[in-house]
């Protein structure tokens, strides 16, 4: 698995996303998601969108380590400021 298709899992999985992802050695990533999907739900429910989308490569340890932070367009745009 490669960062390409992690951000169009995610993307795919929840329309309108935007998926950044960053990972050199095929097996450790670090994601940046934002979505307006994430509106109104907690950290841990964010987080368990983005792993469902990635369809349980994470128990088959096709996704070794994954460094992930869920935004809204709102914070997301407020992160950037």
Known sequence: MNARDMEGLIE???PGAKAMVR???GRHYEAVVVSDAFAGKS??????????????????????????????PEAWRQQQS
């Not at 096709?62 to 869920?70: C, N, P």
């Open 12 to 14: 795919q999985h929840l």
């Open 23 to 25: 990972g050199d050695d």
């Open 43 to 72: 950290l841990l429910q964010q987080h368990r969108l983005v792993y469902a989308a990635l369809g349980g490569r994470m128990e088959r340890e096709e996704i070794h380590a994954l460094s992930l932070k869920t935004y809204t």
